[in-house]
């Protein structure tokens, strides 16, 4: 019976040893790292691309090391396909203007032939089959218009004011083509600040992560708070990653925007920063009302338009022409020769119901260009109010986002030196982060923005505003400001 005892004693005392043991692996489940199920990150990266991936496209321009807006503008003006056509446009209507002269110069032609000819009359009078051969060596004719009552001088002048339209929207496809670039690099210097942050944040993250696993190191923290920093850390990668995949979309777009899609890689010489401008709106709308290149093609579309009617009301009248003729040939090339020169008053085939609706029909046209040009210059002032006042609320936005950014780095070195001594936790730490993250994008964005803005105001008052720059620092109370002359 004491044997059994002994036994059942044994049997207890083994059973909760086991349970102990039990429980003791429990609770080390949350504080043991399995390098198998959980790598270190670094494991995971990505080994690089080969070098030949590497090889950067040549294409119009040598590789640049850094280049500035102003360098942009320029490769823009003299590569951008849409400046290009608009140029030829120009070219084509100057040579219009000289066709419609070359009714005032001589017009001269040549015949020279053989006719074998029996006329029916003759042959009948006669009562034989009359054939005659009839050979011209030369005929030559020359023919000057005089005067046509001023028809060629409304047609050179509707070529004139063509040709002035056209070089007005090149004005304006310029003015385009600078908004375009302008936005593009203004998008670009964001791409790169939006990749600076994060890689800010990368190196953060792995700060936070090398002291989470010094703690758990040391046993004062848990081994899930290594893995928050590690899931943070692993994100913040990932950021990074599309963040440069953002700047090469940013440097494709400003390549295409300047005509040179196959650029080699390169630098920009500056930062986003704030450029004041304090350009009032009734300055922008008097700037514009001289500048604006749709402004000055309406006028022009509205006298084209006045001088189409007064040539169609010239319908009726007639031409003083001179002509001359000199001809020899005859029966054989030189057995005679003949010449003919008078001048003439020609008079159009009228057709009076015809030309009476043409001159109504440029009459409504002309009505209509009237119309059309006050709705344009009314689009413009909306245009200028619009771009002008969000201008003003990008602009009043800049301070708001940078104070912002001053108190979100603020809060999150409180919350990591709250961390690093011990009485933090991960998660606060974390929103922390998150939200100096946000705020150093909200202010890069708000320079964007503002930069975008102006682009589009001076795209639409047709005239660069350079005023000065004003560069804010995180490490300044107040703004440095670097004054710089247009």
């Not at 709250?418 to 982060?433: D, F, H, I, S, T």
């Not at 964005?445 to 930069?451: K, V």
């Amino acid at each position: 019976m004491k044997k059994f005892l002994v036994f059942l004693i044994m049997l207890s005392l083994t059973q909760v040893s086991a349970n102990a043991a039990f429980w003791n692996k429990d609770v080390q489940l949350g504080n043991e790292i399995k390098k198998e199920e959980y790598p270190e990150s670094l494991d995971v990266e990505p080994k690089g691309e080969p070098q030949e991936s590497k090889t950067l496209i040549v294409g119009g321009v040598e590789e640049v090391v850094d280049i500035s807006l102003e360098e942009c503008l320029r490769l823009a003006l003299g590569n951008n396909p849409r400046i290009q056509a608009a140029m030829q446009d120009v070219f084509a209507s100057d040579a219009r203007i000289k066709q419609a002269w070359s009714s005032y110069f001589p017009q001269i032609s040549w015949q020279t032939g053989y006719s074998r000819i029996k006329q029916l009359q003759l042959s009948d009078v006669f009562g034989e089959n009359l054939v005659f051969n009839y050979f011209i060596l030369g005929q030559v004719s020359a023919s000057q218009m005089l005067y046509d009552f001023g028809v060629t001088q409304n047609q050179v002048t509707i070529r004139k004011l063509d040709n002035q339209g056209y070089k007005v929207s090149l004005t304006g496809t310029v003015n385009d083509v600078v908004c375009e670039v302008k936005k593009a690099y203004y998008a670009f210097q964001y791409a790169l600040e939006a990749k600076k942050v994060a890689e800010e944040m990368v190196a953060r993250y792995e700060a936070f992560y090398n002291q989470a696993k010094a703690f758990y190191t040391a046993g004062t923290s848990p081994k899930v708070d290594v893995t928050i920093a590690e899931v943070n850390l692993s994100n913040a990668k990932l950021m990074l990653i599309q963040a440069e995949n953002s700047v090469d979309i940013a440097m494709a777009k400003l390549n295409n925007t300047m005509g040179l899609p196959y650029t080699n890689k390169y630098a920009i010489s500056d930062n986003l920063r704030y450029t004041p401008c304090d350009v009032t709106l009734s300055e922008a709308i008097d700037i514009a009302r001289e500048s604006r290149p749709d402004y000055q093609l309406a006028d022009i579309r509205v006298e084209e338009a006045r001088q189409n009617v007064k040539l169609v009301k010239k319908s009726y009248f007639p031409t003083i022409t001179a002509e001359g003729q000199y001809q020899i040939g005859g029966a054989t090339f030189v057995s005679n020769y003949g010449y003919n020169f008078g001048g003439y008053l020609n008079f159009p085939t009228i057709n009076g119901m015809l030309i009476r609706n043409e001159i109504k029909e440029a009459q409504a046209l002309y009505a209509r260009e009237q119309a059309t040009a006050m709705n344009t210059k009314n689009d413009i002032y909306f245009q200028i109010q619009q771009a002008y006042y969000s201008m003003i609320e990008r602009k009043n936005s800049i301070p708001v986002s940078f104070l912002g950014l001053k108190q979100a780095k603020e809060n999150y070195e409180l919350s990591y030196g709250r961390y690093k001594v011990g009485v933090g936790n991960p998660v606060e730490l974390k929103e922390a982060q998150v939200q100096y993250q946000d705020a150093m994008l909200r202010y890069y964005n708000s320079l964007y923005q503002f930069n975008s803005a102006k682009a589009e105001l001076e795209k639409f008052i047709g005239k660069n505003l350079v005023d000065g720059e004003v560069e804010l620092d995180l490490s300044d109370k107040k703004s440095k400001k670097k004054k710089k002359k247009s």
